[in-house]
Each structure stands twice: as C-alpha cells, then as structure tokens.
C-alpha cells in the first residue's frame, strides 16, 4: 500500500500529533511538499501533505483560514502539516477550527522534527511500495505464465481474475466470448459484445474503458496485426494499483504471444488447406484425404458446402486490409465455438470455403451475406450491385468426389449474385426456382431484341399482330383451334400470321429449337414480360 497519514502518525520517529480531521488519515499521501504561499493550490498535483510554517499567512484570522482550508480541500490536499516553534508557539485555534470544519487533517510537527524527514518518509515508503509491486507483478508473471502453458487461455484467465479480484473474459476476432473466469462472468463478458467490437475497428493496440453501475472494465486489443486477433477484459470495483496493472500487462503479452503463434500455425495450415483444395478440384480425393490427414479430414467426412466469395468490381478499391477478412472471422469464429473444421483458401482474387454443411460455419455465412444486404437496404439510392462489398456463390451439399461439380454450382451462383446485385445466392435456389429471373440479363435481351425486332416493325405498321398470334400459338403449344380461340379470330387467319413469322424471320416454326428460342425471347422483351 502507498503510504497514509496514519502510517505517518504511526511513525515513531516523526512524533506527529493530529489536531483536527481524525476520521480521514486513511488517505494516501503521493507527496509531502512545503509551501509558504498564500495560495499554492496552483501549483498542487492532489493527493499531497502541504507543510507550512504560516510565514505569509495570519493564521489566527477565523476567515482567512476557511478560505484557506477551503482551497486545499478543493485542490485534493490530503493533509496540513503545521510546524510548531517557528512562527506559532502552537497552531492557531482559527487554523484548526476551519481544517476540523472542512474535515481536512491538521498534524502538529514538533520543531525537532524537520520538514525533510517527513519528506524522506513519504519517499521511502512509496519506494517501498512500488518494490512490493513489481516484485508482485513478477510473482504474478510467473502464475500467469505457468497457467497459460499448463491450461492455455482459459487458465491464464482463471489467475488473472484472482490477481485483480475482479473478472476476466477473451473475446475472438468476430467479438464473440470464448472464455470468462469465472464463470458467472459470462452475462456480463456477453453484454460488452458492442464495445469491443468498436475496440476491433482500431487498430492494434487499443484500450478503451467502460464503466458500469456494478463494476469498471478495461477493454484491450490483442494481436500486433493491424486488425486484431482478439479482446481482453478485466472488471474490477476500481481502478487497477501498480501489481494488478503488472498482471494485466503480462496476460496482454501471453495472450499476444499465444496469437502470434497461433497465426503461424494458421498459415501453415493455410498452405496444407489449399493443396487439399486444388487435389479435390482436380478430382483426387483420396490423394486430398491423405494431405488433409486429421487436420481436415473430418470435414471431407461429411457433406461440406464449396463457398466462392469475390470482391465486385463496383465496391470501392480496397485499402491495406483484408478485403474478406470480416467474412472470414465471422466464419471461423463460429466454426471454432462448435467445434467444426474449416477449409479457408484464397484462390487468385477470390476465396474458396469448404464448410460443414447445417453446420455453424455455415449459418454464419448465411448471416453475414444478410448483415451485407441489410446494410445496402439502408441506402436506397443505390442501385443494384452497389455498395454490397463482397459477392458469395454457395454451392449445393457435396463430398470429396464432387468438389469440382460443387465449385463449379457456386461460381454459378456467384455470377447470379453479381447480375442481380446480391450479395449471395444459393444454388439450391436456382434449381428450384425457374430459369425466367435468368432472362433479366442484358446480353440475352439484346438477343430477344435482335430477333423479334422485324415482327416489332412489321406490327407496327398495322398489317396484323403477328407478336400477339406467336405468343398464343406459342402458349397452346402448336395447337392452332385453341391459339386461334385465344385471339378471337379464325384458325386460318392464325395459320396466314404464323407462315408470316416464318418468311419474315426466315425460321421453320417446326424446328423445336427455334419455337424455344422465340418464346425465352418474348419472355425476355419488355412487352413479353408484362
């Protein structure tokens, strides 16, 4: 502990006498200085015992004193020394009547008592004091080491949480909790999601504070990247002394240490992943079993989902980070909180993701392609396509043996999501649903333009609607009674208008290829789609 003005009083060589404010020596002093200025609050810091010997001051007017005293207390004075023998044979009823109104402790200091020895004992006794701390911090280090190594991160929170009696959580790159000590601390860990994952948007290190009606928690970034790997809380009912402020800085460079490591690892684990990779797109899935070994191979186990993820040419020309690496924390976040394996491979200036299909991994996908088309909603002015930072194809469940079918059902759906201006599509949705949406492209418009344009022109002049007659003749398939009920005319009249098409177009309305490619190109025209 720092030293008080009790300590002080104790102290049996110093012989102090308290006069006025017995209930507040228990205040630590940071300083003893002496002062004979009317007024040296402009030059106090707080926390300091202010000896005088009232040279300048006319210690027995009653006003002047609680004027006096009163500044002090304002200033953050702890306490008056008042040296006897000098300029007062005692201190003056005024002095002490207004430091026992104020509640600010008065000393009497003997006159052998000189002001230096009291100075040499606050500075001895803050020496003392900070020794005791680093020499806890080191103890503290030691502890905290020996459980990082013996039960990685969550014993290392374990100690540090006894170190400042308080509570301790570790947050992942995504701002999910991974481990609280103890345990009860996971609602309150869980309540600071918002917070730290502002803390993440910083770059590393960042330390924020958050003070709460039950507790005071000190938010810091772990990593040397410049996004960081992870978050640290501590909680605690006050501010962190010196030793406490050790532990916590030992447990930032563990944890710092074990990150590092650990993106060492996730690099050569990065390099096997995309041999596994380029194996299954090449069709060797045994020769990727064995690459992948118990690293990945319970991922090849099981159905997996291929996922394709590119950066569209609209979205604004990336900075220096990652331009996937939200998609990726929030995907290998939740992967690692079930227990789940992850393939994660940039594949030239895309990323491939093989993950377990229903499984975390790939819910988060989902969720994180949501967050993307939800923040583009929020700007309406844009069109579509714009403002959505990544585009994601995702392909329908497959396993080893048809990866190469599985990459290809998500490029598929990639190029989808770029034309329409998704932000992901699914291919099992495009199976399902119909191939009209499809039509919407510019290049197959162009196509329908091109090929109906001469009927446009002819119909235009009046002559007959020859549009309208293929449309119906078209819808009843060939069948010319029906079509011709449909148009409210003769069947003849309908067989004159489909000859007409014919030497117009220079097309055999009997070849099933042509009756295919007339009716997507009316599906495709604008008065087709009405």
């Not at 404010?21 to 940071?30: I, M």
């Amino acid at each position: 502990m720092p030293p008080t003005l009790a300590s002080l009083v104790h102290h049996s060589a110093l012989k102090l006498t308290v006069r006025a404010g017995e209930e507040h020596l228990d205040a630590p002093v940071r300083w003893a200085h002496a002062s004979e200025l009317t007024d040296p609050v402009p030059y106090m810091e707080g926390g300091e015992l202010l000896m005088i010997t009232a040279l300048k001051l006319d210690a027995e007017d009653p006003e002047a004193m609680r004027r006096y005293v009163k500044r002090l207390a304002a200033a953050g004075v702890v306490g008056l020394g008042f040296a006897v023998g000098v300029h007062y044979k005692d201190i003056p009823e005024a002095l002490v009547e207004a430091a026992a109104d104020e509640g600010l402790p008065l000393l009497e200091v003997p006159r052998r008592t000189p002001f230096l020895a009291i100075s040499k004992a606050v500075s001895a006794a803050i020496a003392a004091d900070q020794y005791r701390a680093v020499t806890a911090g080191f103890a503290a280090q030691r502890e905290l080491t020996k459980q990082a190594l013996s039960d990685g991160p969550e014993g290392l929170l374990g100690a540090l949480a006894g170190q400042v009696d308080g509570w301790a959580a570790l947050y992942d790159a995504s701002g999910a909790v991974v481990a609280t000590a103890p345990e009860w601390a996971s609602r309150r860990a869980a309540r600071l999601t918002t917070d730290v994952e502002r803390l993440r948007d910083r770059a590393a290190p960042a330390s924020a504070v958050v003070a709460g009606a039950e507790d005071r928690v000190e938010l810091h970034s772990i990593g040397t990247g410049r996004r960081p790997r992870a978050a640290l809380a501590v909680g605690t009912a006050s501010t962190l002394g010196t030793a406490e402020r050790y532990a916590l800085h030992s447990a930032i460079a563990l944890l710092t240490l074990t990150t590092e490591r650990n993106r060492s690892l996730q690099a050569a684990e990065a390099r096997v992943g995309s041999a596994v990779l380029r194996m299954l797109l090449a069709g060797e899935p045994e020769h990727a079993r064995t690459v992948a070994g118990e690293l990945y191979g319970s991922l090849l186990d099981a159905p997996f989902r291929l996922v394709v993820a590119e950066v569209p040419a609209s979205a604004p020309a990336p900075g220096e980070g990652d331009p996937f690496a939200g998609l990726t924390d929030a995907i290998e976040s939740a992967a690692a909180r079930a227990g789940e394996a992850l393939l994660v491979v940039p594949y030239g200036e895309r990323l491939v993701l093989l993950v377990v299909d229903g499984g975390a991994g790939a819910a988060a996908c989902v969720a994180y392609a949501q967050a993307l088309e939800a923040a583009r909603s929020e700007v309406p002015e844009q069109g579509a396509g714009e403002g959505t930072s990544l585009l994601l194809g995702l392909s329908a469940p497959a396993g080893p043996i048809a990866a190469a079918t599985a990459y290809k059902q998500a490029d598929q759906a990639l190029s989808i999501a770029r034309r329409r201006g998704r932000a992901m599509v699914e291919h099992e949705d495009l199976a399902a649903g119909s191939v009209l949406p499809l039509l919407a492209d510019d290049a197959v418009r162009a196509f329908a333009d091109g090929l109906l344009r001469a009927l446009f022109e002819h119909d235009a002049t009046g002559r007959g609607d020859l549009i309208a007659s293929l449309r119906a003749w078209l819808s009843r398939h060939g069948q010319w009674d029906a079509a011709a009920a449909d148009l409210g005319v003769h069947r003849h009249t309908l067989r004159y208008r489909m000859r007409r098409v014919e030497e117009i177009l220079g097309r055999s309305l009997d070849d099933p290829d042509v009756r295919m490619e007339l009716w997507l190109s009316l599906k495709a025209t604008s008065s087709g789609t009405e």
